[in-house]
């Protein structure tokens, strides 16, 4: 995403745990890394933190293989720290439009669950959607240009779906980053609160 917007002239800062010490699940790291930011404001924050293996647990395929502890850590980095970052990252927003995406899942989707498994990363990704969907109904009071969506960017060729994709299914991030924006330039402002997949198509919750 940050190549993808580089490419195209836009002025972007990027945050990552690896590089600036960024761990979402910190809101001290949190509002440290944002206060460094100010007083700039920003037409576009995109989410793109998650995990699907964590502690080396792989996803349940089955209720015997839940362990609470996992879940607990699924919810903190899929679902709390999305929470967190909508929080201390709102004061960021330009006024006018303004755009805040987070990354989703399909597999967040209850309606287009058919297959089950995965309980701790389906279930917290589906908190998150409803993290996003209330705030967004606060910050249409507070930020009445503000956007605020869940977006699924498809099957990705990167290390968290290598493990569970052909190669034929997937897409390059290029290709999936250049989809998502085409998605974010084309949201309008009754969009707010939905989660959508790479094509702008509306995903059941």
């Not at 990027?14 to 910190?26: A, E, N, Q, W, Y």
């Not at 009071?141 to 956007?147: E, K, N, S, V, Y």
């Not at 605020?148 to 779906?161: F, I, Q, S």
């Amino acid at each position: 995403m940050v190549d993808a917007l580089k490419q195209r002239g836009t002025d972007v800062v990027s945050l990552s745990r690896r590089h600036d010490g960024l761990d979402v699940t910190d809101e001290t790291a949190i509002r440290k890394a944002f206060a460094g930011l100010a007083p700039k404001r920003f037409d576009l924050i995109i989410n793109a933190t998650g995990g699907l293996i964590l502690n080396d647990a792989p996803p349940e395929k089955s209720l015997g293989a839940l362990d609470p502890q996992n879940m607990a850590a699924h919810f903190a980095l899929n679902a709390t720290a999305v929470a967190l970052l909508i929080k201390n990252g709102a004061a960021l927003l330009a006024p006018g439009r303004s755009v805040f995406v987070s990354l989703s899942a399909r597999l967040a989707s209850i309606g287009d669950n058919r297959l089950g498994g995965w309980i701790s990363y389906r279930a917290a990704k589906s908190a998150q959607n409803q993290i996003i969907h209330t705030a967004a109904i606060e910050l249409a009071r507070t930020h009445p240009g503000a956007i605020l969506v869940a977006l699924h960017p498809g099957t990705v060729e990167t290390p968290l779906t290598q493990p569970f994709r052909a190669a034929s299914q997937a897409d390059t991030p290029a290709t999936a980053a250049a989809r998502l924006l085409t998605v974010i330039e084309q949201l309008k402002s009754s969009d707010s609160g939905g989660f959508f997949d790479q094509h702008g198509k509306t995903i059941s919750w």
